[in-house]
């Protein structure tokens, strides 16, 4: 399979997610690891955050729905249409403002250089699908963050349970789900090296341990800062 049926291949798995949901805290609104691991790592280093903030595959919104709540201008895409619906009415019923519009991670995004003081994603560039996408997703990332902001990183770990019980996808490093999601699982070293143009300010493996229903799930959370050129 090229790189264009591995994109449409991952397109139509999420879009069926998104209509029959299988990863319920992703569908859901409470509060995610990956930003209360930020402001925890925030607050701990005294490290300043600014106001623009940019969540990407942002899903049903809610992680952009949280930094919202907690004052930041927020900026979010997504490429399924529902879930940008479905965080439209969320923010509506909340009473916040929320800069969302449909769009992909793996084309070059609509804003200006420099523009972002906050970058989350939590999960979703390793589920592009195809390498050279998630390449111009990470291009795009530096691109677009200020001097001085960050990247929240938050991937599965290249040895998670739950991935390692499916098949090998075409791809190196990479897993395919039975509803065809195509997952990209990445050793910190090789995050370090592919973000070695930021500044690496924290990182910490999460173990999250197995359920009744699932394997334990194993990540790399990272957060990186853009200095000045």
């Known amino acids: 399979m090229d790189d264009r049926g591995r994109r449409e291949q991952n397109r139509f798995a999420w879009v069926q997610e998104h209509h029959n949901p299988t990863l319920m805290p992703m569908a859901g609104t409470e509060l995610s690891f990956a930003l209360l691991k930020l402001f925890e790592v925030l607050e701990a280093q005294s490290l300043p955050l600014g106001s623009q903030a940019l969540d990407i595959g942002c899903g049903k919104g809610r ?3 949280e930094l919202a709540r907690r004052g930041l201008q927020v900026t979010a895409f997504d ?3 529902e879930a940008v619906s479905t965080l439209r009415a969320r923010a509506r019923l909340a009473g916040l403002s929320i800069n969302s519009s449909v769009g992909v991670m793996d084309c070059a995004w609509p804003y200006a250089d420099a523009t972002f003081d906050l970058i989350v994603d939590n999960t979703a560039s390793m589920s592009i699908g195809y390498e050279a996408g998630i390449a111009v997703c990470r291009q795009e990332t530096v691109r677009v963050l200020k001097a001085g902001g960050y990247l929240l ?14 098949p090998k996808g ?3 490093s990479t897993r395919v789900t039975p509803d065809g999601k195509i997952e990209r699982l990445f050793a910190a070293a090789e995050l370090r090296k592919l973000y070695s143009r930021l500044h690496l300010i924290h990182q910490e493996r999460r173990t999250k341990p197995a359920s009744d229903t699932k394997a334990e799930r194993r990540g790399h959370w990272m957060l990186f800062q853009k200095m000045s050129s």
């Open 63 to 65: 992680d952009a729905l």
């Open 153 to 166: 990183l938050y991937t599965l770990a290249e040895d998670d349970p739950f991935l390692w019980a499916f």
């Open 79 to 81: 490429f399924v249409k």
């Open 170 to 172: 075409e791809e190196p």
